[in-house]
């Protein structure tokens, strides 16, 4: 049975930093990624990384948030610095393999000061 638990959200200042974890359970998936839903938005794609460490992000957070995996520990991360209001959202983990694919639970992160 596969399982991703989220871990590292939080309550956040304008200009801090947060650092989300997924550790994942039960098999090994091609590609690892991170979304985010603001409350009455849909979700998006926030950053992707493969198996050879190919990663994709959204155009907007380039520079600021950096996706990263651990293939012998089967998690994938999510470093966000220099986080702003509009980050505000609930960022869920997700992971794929050819048609399989699963979410994680989420795990809010607030930006406010």
């Known amino acids: 049975q596969v399982q991703l638990v989220e871990s590292g959200g939080g309550l956040v200042q304008p200009g801090g930093s947060l650092n989300l974890s997924c550790a994942v359970s039960g098999s090994i998936f091609y590609s690892m990624s991170w979304y985010r839903q603001a409350p009455g938005k849909q979700r998006e794609l926030v950053a992707a990384?493969?198996?050879?460490?190919?990663?994709n992000y959204a155009n907007s957070l380039k520079g600021r948030f950096t996706i990263s995996r651990d293939n012998a520990k089967n998690t994938v991360n999510l470093q966000m610095n220099s986080l702003k209001p509009e980050d505000t959202a609930v960022y869920y983990c997700?992971?794929?393999?050819?048609?399989?694919?699963?979410w994680g639970q989420g795990t809010q992160v607030t930006v406010s000061s």
């Open positions: 997700h992971v794929q393999e050819a048609w399989t694919s699963y």
């Open positions: 990384v493969d198996s050879a460490g190919i990663t």
